[in-house]
């Protein structure tokens, strides 16, 4: 049982009264990880099985052994202490339903002396992240996805300029979504503009719309895209790629939220949330003169680096069973080594259209790795330091796979290009004479 006799009677009483009248999901915890109170939302939840005073919370939350910090992830406990001031870290819980991403925030109790004596622990579910294959949304759950699902819950709901930054294929635009749906403004639209695509004769009727006769086949008014996202969130894709002579008009728009139609006379007030996305380095863009510093740092106020699929290397089962939700099959031993070992220059975009073509070549329920359409990556084999009979090299090149390849012995034939009978009977030939 905890040992509650270093917290103030009256203190402890509150506490459990506040967790008590919470209304989302929340727990209070003494200073050795245990669970000392639970409320109605989070027994409906998580669990109504909790021993108070004796399970601790990385037990119940996380089936792990040890604190969050021994695993892997942050502690919020132990940051609160070493802060002396309240903690956040996003974690995956395991709930009725399964894993799931949630939002944890810690607030010390105190007692008269102001020492620290528990943590009251919120809990907020991130509902637009997933550890399921087959849900809409952001699906992942590596320490880097994390981190980034963790900067969208913290930045989206103020109003402050998000900047997604991250290679091309990482899933920017559903980080942008993410940043949307958690905000103030996903009752409204959400408007994804393509910059790389405007050109400059249609930048401002695109983003501004126009007025009926303004130019040459305007026969009618249109409403921009900056007016279609009036409530709801602006998304400019790839702003790198916008040429100088439009970051001023672009400038303009987000500096004083207002714009004019064009062949129109009035202004009109811009109301959206604005996210930005680039694979471009803009620093290094300003330093060449190719893109603003002004625009720069109007839109750079909360950049978010979204992670690689090489960086989510642990995550990779996970997300190619997103991409075969539906398909009626799932990935076998041999194709999550083969996934493993690749460095996915096309990022998500490239697993996506590799599951696609995986799912229709596989006739079975697996997908082995016979069925990806990708190559073993180039490694470092032994070279002879003199000339030798071929065979004797075919020898000591098996020998040396057999012995350097992690996998069973049906992908190390697919990895050579040969039938599994054909290296069974060159494999059993090594120890002969």
């Known amino acids: 049982m905890t040992d509650t006799s270093g917290i103030d009677r009256d203190v ?17 915890l003494s200073r050795d990880y245990r669970v000392m109170a639970t409320n109605r939302a989070y027994r409906e939840r998580y669990r109504s099985d909790v021993r108070l005073g004796m399970d601790r919370c990385h037990e119940v939350s996380h089936r792990y052994p040890g604190p969050c910090d021994q695993h892997g992830e942050l502690c919020p406990l132990k940051q ?59 699906v992942g759950r590596s320490a880097v996805f994390n981190d980034a699902v963790a900067a969208v819950s913290r930045v989206a ?63 009618s008014r249109k409403v921009g895209l900056v007016e279609a996202a009036r409530g709801g969130t602006l998304f400019l894709d790839e702003i790198g790629d916008v040429p100088m002579a439009l970051q001023v008009k672009l400038l303009r728009l987000l500096e004083s939220r207002t714009f004019r139609r064009v062949g129109a006379v009035e202004r009109l007030h811009a109301e959206f949330r604005l996210v930005c996305a680039t694979h471009t380095d803009l620093q290094e863009a300003v330093a060449e003169g190719r893109f603003r510093l002004d625009l720069f740092y109007r839109i750079n106020a909360f ?7 090489r960086e989510r290397v642990e995550g990779l089962p996970l997300l190619a069973e997103q991409f075969l939700a539906g398909t ?10 083969r996934l493993e070992h690749h460095d996915f220059p096309g990022n998500v975009r490239e697993l996506k259209n590799l599951m696609r073509r995986a799912a229709l070549l596989c006739d079975g329920p697996i997908v082995e790795s016979e069925h990806l359409a990708i190559r073993a990556r180039p490694v ?14 075919e020898r000591r090149y098996l020998r040396w796979a057999r012995d350097h390849h992690g996998g069973d012995r049906a992908s190390l034939a697919t990895a050579l290009g040969v039938s599994e009978r054909t290296l069974y009977r060159k494999l059993a030939s090594l120890d002969g004479p």
């Open 12 to 28: 402890l009483a509150w506490a459990r009264a506040r967790v008590a009248n919470l209304p989302e999901p929340a727990i209070l």
């Open 80 to 138: 609160c202490i070493a802060t002396d001031a309240p903690a956040r870290a996003l974690h995956v819980h395991h709930g009725r339903q399964g894993p799931e991403h949630v939002d944890v925030v810690l607030d010390p109790v105190r007692n008269p002396d102001g020492t620290i004596v528990a943590f009251v622990e919120r809990i907020r579910l991130v509902r637009t992240a997933s550890t399921t294959p087959g849900a809409t949304g952001l």
């Open 157 to 219: 709901s103020s109003d402050v300029p998000v900047l997604l930054l991250g290679e091309s294929g990482t899933g920017k635009e559903l980080f942008a979504r993410a940043v949307h749906e958690e905000s103030a403004c996903s009752h409204g639209p959400f408007i994804p503009v393509e910059c790389s695509g405007l050109t400059e004769s249609l930048f401002e009727s695109e983003l501004f719309g126009h007025e009926a006769g303004a130019f040459t086949g305007a026969r």
């Open 303 to 309: 950049p978010i680096r979204v992670p690689s699929l």
């Open 328 to 337: 009626g099959k799932r990935l076998g031993r041999s194709a999550v080594e």
């Open 380 to 393: 470092a084999v032994p070279v002879p330091e003199a000339l030798l009979p071929l065979e004797e090299v």
